[in-house]
């Protein structure tokens, strides 16, 4: 059988459902992709086809400009580099969530129930993948929602004119990785991660977030590869990614996973969310998720405020 051709895009973001559109489960709020090798003005890319659909809980805030609001984040395996950018075009306004309480809500005469909408990417142009090719892990996140990662084998083409990102040099301290003796619970492979608010010598607010705070996490022992990689082949990667709601901040920082955590088959971690990106003077929640390989974590969220010691 012939394969089909290359479907040829002319813009780097359009919303809208497509053939290739996923279609979410009755019931199911969330979102899904799919993606498909495409043409584009800058060579050979891949098209990615996207649908979300938000609960009582997101809809009023964001409405039909949820797509736009949605993150596509890349990861390439071999580097660890992060390539995102949100499904927005190019002359789209600002935009901010509204920020409703529960109170808010119960005073409305009307609440939407559920709004669904389909954004649509050119993933090379889009993102600014170089003109290596390369495998990349790609997902798409908005606020606590996260898609699953599909990886995309992104061929080499000279037209493009992406670049890689200058690497960001973390703060001494911000992350540290060792085996743990804390047992895992029985369950599926997963990376939880909870956070902590520790004492710290802070004079101001700010200081107290950007010293005080820890997020704290494990890598399940399955998730591990049963042999240590040697020294020529792909490092293993633990990427970090910090997103702040109302303004929109987002951040990310990469670590090799080390020896000593693949000898024994047991990875800990902790690090400080504040210090790859700077509290705001407003108060806002965050949404911190970690990658390891394909999997990713839940979505921690951090709530406005100082929180309490744990």
Known sequence: MAESTPRELRRPVWYGREAESPVLPKGRFGIEFTI????????????LFGSIRLGPRHAEGYGTRAGAATEIVAIESE??????????????????????????????????????????VDL?????????????????????????????????????????????????????????????????QTIPLQWRMEEGPGL?????????????GRVHPDLLPAEIPVSDEVPLWLTVFVRSHLDRGFSWRT??????????????????????????????????LVAFGSTL?????????EPQKI
């Open 36 to 47: 498909s090798p495409a043409t584009g003005p800058f060579g050979q890319t891949h098209a």
């Open 79 to 120: 580097t660890g580099e992060v390539y995102h950018q949100r499904a927005a075009r190019i002359d789209a306004a600002p935009f901010e969530p509204l920020i409703l309480t529960p109170q808010d809500l119960e005073k409305m005469d009307a609440v939407v129930d559920e709004v669904e909408s389909n954004f649509n």
């Open 124 to 188: 090379c142009a889009h993102l600014g993948l170089p003109p290596e090719g390369g495998l990349y892990r790609c997902f798409c996140w908005m606020d606590d929602l996260v898609s699953g990662v599909r990886n995309v084998e992104v061929p080499a083409d000279e037209q493009r004119p992406g670049k890689r990102p200058q690497p960001e040099k973390s703060p001494v301290g911000f992350l540290s990785m060792g085996p743990t003796a804390d047992p895992f619970p029985q369950g599926p």
């Open 204 to 216: 101001t607010a700010q200081d107290r977030l950007r010293q005080g705070i820890r997020v704290h």
């Open 255 to 288: 670590v090799p996973v080390p020896d000593e955590c693949l000898e024994e088959r047991s990875a800990g971690f902790t690090f400080h969310p504040f210090q790859i990106l700077d509290p705001p003077e407003r108060p806002q929640r965050h949404f911190v």
């Open 297 to 305: 974590s839940e979505v921690l969220i951090l709530e406005p405020g």
